[in-house]
């Protein structure tokens, strides 16, 4: 098969090659950390790690793990390497329970981010003048802005349709032709849905590559989104802490990720020892960025699971490929690409002095998108006797839930002693996408 | 004087409404009448019983949420208009019901916001208020 | 670029009447002859009107060109206005709804360099500076208001917050945190925000907002006065349309007392909207543009059912492009609710689908605290009527879902009794917008 590059000297470098370039690239990154943010400042000084002799990758290993906490202590520009004024954009995490994590980028830093996933576009076959339907979220979510900038670059036509509306969705994947679409695997079945119901033959679109992300999926899911949208689905990964979509993504051959590792340093540890595992082996995914400069992040814990894979790639490439990621070592759930924790739930729910401690946040899917709710033991506090007032406290918790959180999370009142009293932690989730029961 | 409604939070669930009735007849407490609103997840039973006090005490320790609310019982004669004249003296004075049902044949149930003052109208057109 | 020049060009900026005029020419000439060469529509339309694209004498031979109108734009749907091959198109924007064909836009990256750079100007002109950090408020995805202040604003080296629409609790925790000085939104949603300040205790007085740029639905000068004080901001009318360009077609100075139109970039004029006759200035029409240096999607002569006139007269701010008058109405019946455009006639073509509806339904508009509302009445036959209130919910949300997926905004459906909507002898009154009465 004949493979074009869209950067052959980068893709296809030998490691060798690839170590000095990293090498360079994470001293002038430790540099860039040391004198511009103070708390790297701090940790670089007390394990010792000179970063102006920063001379073999063994050092790194000295260097303690940035960890999302870190990010929200120094919330909300602490992590910033620049000065407000070379910054042009913040993206962030959902939410305004506790702090969310808020990250930076200045003008390069966004060039470099739209080359990197033009590559990776361009490696699943899209070319300038293919129209690419981007039905990623926009706003500080990275997903949206992150992959439109790429499809820009690329010199393809994006189509920044956003989320939602697939009814829409499905009219302009007629009218306009894309030859790629972007957006979470679980909407894509959602599309397929739809479209079935609309009477639309996937068959008889233009559409032959799906990029899709932001939530954990199987091989699985990817034949069925093939077989029902009729074109090839590939991984896209990434974080907003370590850069936004586009850290790593597959290739034609969809057997792992490969990591953009001319910006990208990654590690797998085990997440109990916080040692590196043997090559191969599963554990978190931590990354270091090296050509950031909005704001790096050292050993950053993904607290995704996964293994990495340096053999030379089918395609000729040689960055490493993690395998799809297989879980989280927290408790974070993925909701619609979503990232939620159960304690942004569960601060808002200890502020309704009427909730009683007994609630139960219940995830699943409906029709191949995710949903969340709420179950909340209705006690004698909350229940009056009109049925209005029931509904309006209803509403109520979902919409602070919904201003705390950004998603939307149905509240359900039951019964009391409907949810299970447990003996020690109580368990406060119940994900029946996993198989559990409430 | 308005007179005592026991109000039962109920889920959508097979066999509920018959535990309630199961607890009120083993404290051997009568049924008088009954309203449900319509369920969807979850409902409301509306109930007036011969001892409130007891029957919510009981359908508490079985583990049900409830709720007692004072609301008007007026009675009523089996014959055509009986309705229509508890209608009109409250509509001619702007009072807008919130709900209303029958208990036992002849007594109408309903709610209002300000009890006593349709309690007095009601009683000046001659209406029969039981407690 | 120094930091405290006063303008971003002052060469164009303060250009007098006939060097704009004399550019104006040459670029218009450019303009017709590209959309001649380039599109079959125009070729067609310039050709039966007798416009020889090489004999544009003066800027008066603008008056001989047909108007382009919105249906223009749905008839050669989706791509066919489109005067470069997609090869070089980067960008899509469109229309809302599903209904009829939506519009759709396409722009180069030159054209996204010209977007960003007019209304760069714009905002740089007012006093926005690198070290600004701007939060755009205004929706991400097809609509082009997102966009194009993020752009702009990434153009001037400001920090953005792209953080969209809605959750309003986490708009201002982020104009609290992140210290936004500018933002951008709708005016409703300004006034949406003060009030859910002032019950959630933020005070504008301790925030660092200076400047609203605020557009996408024309506004009182009491709501400005209203804006101002409440949230202690120049508030600024920021005008633009898909059709055209996006935001950054005109926008006021500080002097408030007008918008200035990037004349170096379009021709406006106002016409009588029944007779087509073009009117002097200050006289009230509707407005009419011309692109002047658009490639992928020019347009001659649009027809914007903008009510406006304009104002030719020195401007203490320096500037000397011609000015409109804010927009005062529109000469069709289209709809504004926050910012998003409508037509009755969409949501009529949706109630005519659903079996079993009566032919009487009524659009009511109003405006609950600030932000505009939207229902839909109709009234209950015995067809839909059964005995159970779920059904009739079920049935008013699925109206409600089709609304969504046609139209794109939300539209409550309010069930009424039969004999509830006026009947009328002649035209039924379909819409009952309550603003006007306010």
Redesign the interface.
Same mark, same amino acid.
């Given at each position: 098969m004949d493979l074009e590059f869209w950067d052959s000297n980068i893709e296809l470098i030998n490691r060798e090659k690839l170590d000095l370039l990293q090498l360079d690239r994470l001293k002038k990154t430790l540099i860039n950390v040391y004198e511009n943010v103070p708390f790297y400042k701090k940790r670089l000084d007390e394990c010792g790690v000179n970063p102006y002799k920063f001379s073999n990758f063994d050092e790194l290993e000295k260097i303690p793990f940035t960890t999302k906490e870190d990010l929200r202590i120094n919330y909300p520009f602490n992590m910033f390497a620049r000065p407000l004024n070379q910054i042009v954009r913040i993206h962030s995490s959902s939410g305004t329970t506790g702090n969310p994590t808020v990250v930076a980028y200045t003008k390069s830093d966004i060039d470099v981010w739209g080359d990197i996933i033009a590559r990776q576009l361009f490696s699943l076959g899209l070319r300038s003048g293919d129209a690419v339907q981007n039905s990623y979220g926009y706003g500080l979510f990275t997903g949206g802005l992150g992959l439109h900038y790429g499809i820009e670059a690329l010199g393809a036509i994006a189509i920044p349709v956003s989320g939602g509306n697939t009814e829409r969705q499905i009219k302009i994947m007629q009218d306009f032709k894309p030859a790629a679409i972007c957006c979470t695997p679980s909407y894509a079945l959602y599309i397929a849905e739809v479209g079935k119901e609309m009477g639309i033959d996937f068959n008889n679109l233009q559409l032959k590559v799906g990029v899709f992300g932001a939530e954990p999926w199987t091989d699985q899911i990817r034949m069925e989104i093939e077989q029902r949208l009729n074109i090839d689905a590939y991984d896209i990964y990434g974080l907003s802490e370590v850069m936004g979509p586009g850290v790593a993504c597959e290739c034609t051959f969809k057997n792992g990720l490969h990591i953009a590792e001319d910006h990208f340093i990654p590690e797998i540890i085990d997440p109990s020892t916080l040692k590196r595992v043997e090559r191969g082996k599963i554990g978190e995914l931590v990354f270091t960025t090296i050509t950031k400069e909005g704001m790096p992040v050292i050993r950053y814990r993904t607290k995704d699971l996964t293994n990495l894979n340096y053999d030379t790639c089918q395609c000729g490439r040689t960055h490493a490929r993690m395998a799809k990621t297989i879980g989280r070592s927290d408790d974070m759930l993925i909701i619609r690409g979503v990232n939620v924790f159960p304690s942004q739930i569960e601060e808002v729910l200890m502020k309704v002095k009427e909730i009683e401690p007994h609630y139960l946040i219940v995830v699943d899917k409906r029709n191949y998108l995710d949903y969340i709710e709420v179950w909340i033991e209705v006690s004698e506090d909350i229940f009056s006797e009109k049925m209005n007032a029931l509904e309006a406290f209803e509403s109520s918790i979902e919409h602070k839930l919904y201003s705390a959180i950004g998603i939307n999370i149905g509240v359900k009142l039951k019964e009391p002693k409907t949810i299970k009293r447990s003996e020690g932690k109580a368990k406060r989730v119940v994900d029946m996408r996993k198989g559990e029961k409430p | 004087m308005p007179i005592k409604q026991l109000t039962v939070f109920l889920e959508n669930k097979l066999g509920r409404l018959a535990e309630v009735a199961r607890i009120l007849k083993n404290e051997n407490i009568n049924l008088q009448g009954f309203s449900t609103t319509e369920a969807r997840d979850y409902g409301i039973l509306r109930i007036v019983v011969s001892d409130p006090d007891k029957a919510r005490e009981a359908l508490k320790k079985a583990g049900f949420t409830t709720h007692i609310a004072d609301v008007i019982c007026v009675g009523v004669e089996d014959k055509p208009g009986e309705l229509l004249q508890i209608l009109d003296t409250l509509t001619e004075k702007k009072i807008n019901i919130d709900y209303i049902y029958v208990i036992a044949g002849t007594r109408v149930v309903l709610s209002v916001p300000d009890i006593e003052e349709a309690e007095k109208i009601l009683g000046e057109k001659g209406l029969r208020i039981c407690f | 670029m120094t930091a405290n020049k006063k303008f971003w060009d002052e060469n164009i900026s303060t250009a007098s009447k006939d060097k704009i005029k004399e550019i104006q020419l040459e670029r218009l000439r450019k303009t017709v002859k590209h959309c001649y060469k380039n599109n079959n529509f125009y070729k067609k339309r310039l050709g039966d009107a007798g416009v020889n694209p090489d004999k544009i004498n003066s800027l008066e031979d603008l008056k001989k060109i047909p108007f382009t109108t919105k249906d223009d734009l749905r008839d050669n749907? *989706?791509?066919g206005l489109f005067c470069t091959?997609? @090869?070089e198109?980067?960008?899509?924007?469109?229309s @809302? %709804?599903?209904t009829g064909?939506p519009t759709?836009v396409?722009y180069t990256?030159n054209d996204?360099d010209m977007w960003a750079e007019n209304l760069a100007r714009i905002m740089y002109d007012v006093g926005v500076r690198? &070290?600004d =950090?701007v939060q755009v408020s205004h %929706?991400?995805?097809?609509f082009t208001g997102?966009?194009g202040f993020?752009s702009a604003?990434?153009k001037i080296?400001?920090?953005? =917050? *792209? =953080? /969209?629409g809605g959750?309003?609790?986490?708009q201002l925790?982020?104009m609290k &945190? #992140?210290k936004s000085t500018v933002i951008a939104c709708t005016p409703s949603y300004c006034l949406y925000m003060a009030e859910v300040a002032e019950n959630t205790g933020v005070k504008f007085e301790d925030l660092n907002l200076k400047f609203g740029f605020l557009g996408g639905e024309p506004w009182t000068d009491s709501m400005k006065d209203e804006i101002e004080k409440r949230l202690k901001i120049k508030a600024l009318n920021s005008y633009g349309l898909s059709e055209v360009l996006g935001p950054g077609v005109s926008c006021e100075c500080l002097e408030q007392n007008g918008l200035h139109i990037n004349e170096d970039h379009f021709i406006a004029e106002i016409i009588d909207p029944d007779t087509g006759k073009t009117l002097d200035i200050g006289e009230k029409g509707e407005l009419v543009f011309t692109s002047l240096t658009k490639e992928a999607f020019p347009v001659l002569r649009y027809r914007t059912k903008d009510i406006s006139y304009l104002i030719d007269e020195p401007c203490a701010c320096g500037k000397t492009f011609i000015k409109m008058a804010k927009p005062m109405g529109r000469s069709d019946d289209m709809l504004i609710i926050r910012g998003v455009n409508l037509f009755p006639s969409q949501i009529e073509e949706v109630l005519l689908k659903i079996k079993d509806l009566e032919p009487h339904y009524l659009i009511v508009v109003d405006r609950v605290n600030y932000m505009d509302t939207i229902e839909v009445w109709v009234e209950v036959s015995e067809k839909i009527f059964h005995e159970? =209130?779920?059904d009739l919910e079920f049935f008013e949300k699925s109206i409600e879902e089709k609304l #969504?997926? /046609?139209i794109?905004i939300r539209i409550k459906v309010k069930l009424k009794e039969p004999k509830t909507i006026e009947r009328s002898e002649g035209k039924a009154k379909r819409v009952w917008d309550k603003r006007k009465e306010k």
């Open positions: - | - | 749907y *989706p791509f091959p997609l @090869s198109v980067v960008r899509v924007h469109a @809302s %709804g599903t064909n759709v396409g990256k996204l690198k &070290d =950090i %929706g991400f995805g097809l997102g966009f993020l604003a990434e080296g400001c920090m953005v =917050i *792209p =953080i /969209s959750v309003t609790e986490r925790k982020v &945190d #992140y159970k =209130i779920m #969504y997926s /046609s794109g």
